[in-house]
């Protein structure tokens, strides 16, 4: 019997903290359904002590989630460590995750606390949270830079109060694979109690090595793996949930242990969060990107067709490529097209919502030859189905480009009942249809990202268009999708104006400080 590898993701948490990458409550049930088909283990929905909106929407994700635990993040303060209880109260399985940073630039500096004082609040916050939950994860943020020794004293006298769970983070990226898995070996044996508890790692990707010095670790004695779905999270990001899965699995010769994963599930899931975080997939990113199976080369190619194992250590099928072809027509009815999206964990809050969607797939329908998965995640994330937080609209426009023509655009919204119009000319149409909104709006935003995606295959394939917006330190993501890509990057733009409307100030349980994130 092999170990089981616990499969901890932090998407919605650490993944959260992103640029621009941040969640509404909604969005949250849908990664979190999906998470559960994906089968992960735990699901780290976000840290409570952020702003109302984030305790909200754990406590959603905890209302939903039936199979995973649910879990909130707490600094080690009983402020957190309540409100994480609180939030993950209706899971059927809840985890409080407490942290406290034990190096000493971090104790210093950022938390002006001693080694001492560092301790007691670990071992008082663990304490609070069983009081909550049996279920209690411990982590000692910065550990990569901490003193061994007091490492082993932290994770001793958290054991002694509780923690289940004891995680090991490489914060800023630095480990490198021996040094890390040699941690691993040190700490599981010099820790006297280390045995009541189970062994995590969470790397950053820094230096490209979080998914090498997570399986470092896992090789010495780790457990848990938290990591985040297409390796989204702070700066560089985590260690991708979808690379550590399939390593495992692909070489289970060298691993002691297996997860619990579907992996069929690891490309759908990759494509909602893109769709949702706006963070596009890189083509050649292992197992979800593009081409990972895509063979260029001739020699390639026709090795792949007499045997495909000349090239090819995993199948496409089984990381669920191609599994999620949408049989529905253009004559199906509202109740197949509802139950498809149910089966995709989409439920529209209202029967309004649904006939908006229903019309769109079947406008969509008429355009396009062959609808997919992707389609229905990228349509139902369009602002005009989900219209609580919309405030723009797109109602129409035109775009024109002709060789030696300068481009031209016009365009007609709707704020709230109003609707406005207004025509520039740009670089390109694309140009001429911001400068056209900007007209009308004056938003004041600086344009950070503006990138464009097929959805599927093919040159009917909808266009998704990320637009990325900072305004006075906010940051923002909107996402459009169209067969027409002018008008999918218009849907972009006013996506990013509305979320932008409705940011509201939270908090990054890292720094600490008041941050503003939509
Ligand atoms: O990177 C980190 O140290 C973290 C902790 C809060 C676990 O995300
Ligand atoms: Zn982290």
Same mark, same amino acid.
């Given at each position: ?5 616990? %499969? ?39 840290? #409570?002590?952020?702003? !109302?909106?984030? /305790? ?30 609180? @939030? ?11 942290? =406290? ?55 001793? @006298?958290? +054991? ?31 820790? !006297? ?18 998914? #090498? ?52 599930? =690891? ?45 090819? +250590?995993?199948? #496409? ?40 969607? /229903? ?11 062959? +609808? ?40 007609? =919204? ?40 097929? %959805? ?59 941050? @503003?994130?939509?």
């Amino acid at each position: 019997m092999q170990d089981q590898l616990i %499969i901890f993701d932090t998407t919605m948490r650490d993944g959260e903290q992103s640029p621009g990458a941040s969640m509404t409550r909604d969005e949250k049930i849908r990664i979190g359904k999906q998470l559960e088909r994906l089968r992960v283990d735990v699901i780290e929905a976000g840290f #409570a002590a952020a702003s !109302p909106g984030d /305790f909200e929407a754990i406590r959603a994700v905890a209302e939903v989630v039936r199979e995973s635990t649910v879990c909130s993040l707490a600094r080690a303060n009983d402020n957190d460590v309540r409100r994480a209880g609180e @939030a993950v109260a209706p899971a059927a399985r809840k985890r409080i995750h407490t942290f =406290i940073a034990t190096s000493p630039i971090h104790m210093k500096l950022k938390l002006r606390m001693s080694e001492d004082e560092v301790l007691e609040a670990a071992v008082r916050a663990v304490r609070l949270a069983r009081q909550f939950t049996d279920d209690v994860e411990f982590s000692a943020e910065d550990a990569v830079r901490s003193d061994v020794d007091f490492l082993c004293r932290v994770f001793e @006298a958290t +054991i002694a109060a509780g923690a289940r769970t004891i995680n090991v983070p490489d914060t800023v990226g630095y480990s490198v694979p021996e040094r890390w898995g040699g941690l691993f070996a040190q700490l599981l044996s010099r820790v !006297p109690n280390a045995d009541q508890a189970v062994w995590s790692t969470h790397c950053h990707n820094d230096l490209g090595m979080a998914v #090498a010095n997570s399986l470092a670790a896992v090789m010495n004695g780790a457990r848990q793996v938290e990591c985040t779905v297409n390796g989204l999270g702070e700066r560089a990001g985590n260690a991708s949930l979808e690379e550590i899965v399939m390593a495992v699995r692909t070489r289970s010769d060298l691993f002691p242990c297996r997860t619990g994963v579907d992996a069929t599930q =690891i490309v759908p899931t990759s494509k909602l969060v893109s769709t949702i975080t706006g963070y596009p997939v890189q083509p050649n990113k292992a197992v979800v990107g593009a081409n990972a199976f895509a063979h260029e080369s001739g020699i390639h190619q026709d090795g792949v067709l007499k045997h495909r194992e000349t090239y090819e +250590i995993m199948r #496409a099928e089984d990381v669920g490529w191609g599994a999620n072809r949408l049989t529905l027509g253009k004559l199906s009815g509202r109740n197949a097209f509802r139950s498809r999206l149910s089966e995709l964990g989409i439920t529209l809050a209202s029967e309004e919502a649904l006939n908006a969607a /229903f019309a769109k797939f079947k406008e969509l329908a008429d355009k396009k030859r062959e +609808i997919f998965d992707e389609d229905l995640q990228a349509l139902v994330s369009d602002e005009s189905v989900t219209p609580e937080h919309e405030r723009f609209k797109l109602v129409s426009m035109v775009a024109h480009s002709e060789t030696g023509e300068q481009p031209f655009a016009s365009v007609v =919204i709707a704020d709230g009942g109003n609707e406005m119009r207004s025509e520039a000319r740009g670089a390109g149409p694309v140009d001429a249809a911001f400068q056209a909104i900007e007209q009308m709006v004056s938003s004041g935003t600086e344009l950070l990202l503006y990138s464009v995606n097929n %959805i599927t295959t093919g040159t009917d394939s909808q266009g998704e268009v990320t637009v990325r917006l900072a305004k006075e330190g906010r940051v923002v993501n909107g996402m459009g999708a169209d067969t027409d890509i002018v008008v999918a990057s218009a849907k972009a733009y006013l996506s990013a104006l509305n979320k932008m409307g409705i940011s509201t100030a939270r908090m990054n349980p890292q720094y600490g400080t008041e941050q @503003a994130a939509p």
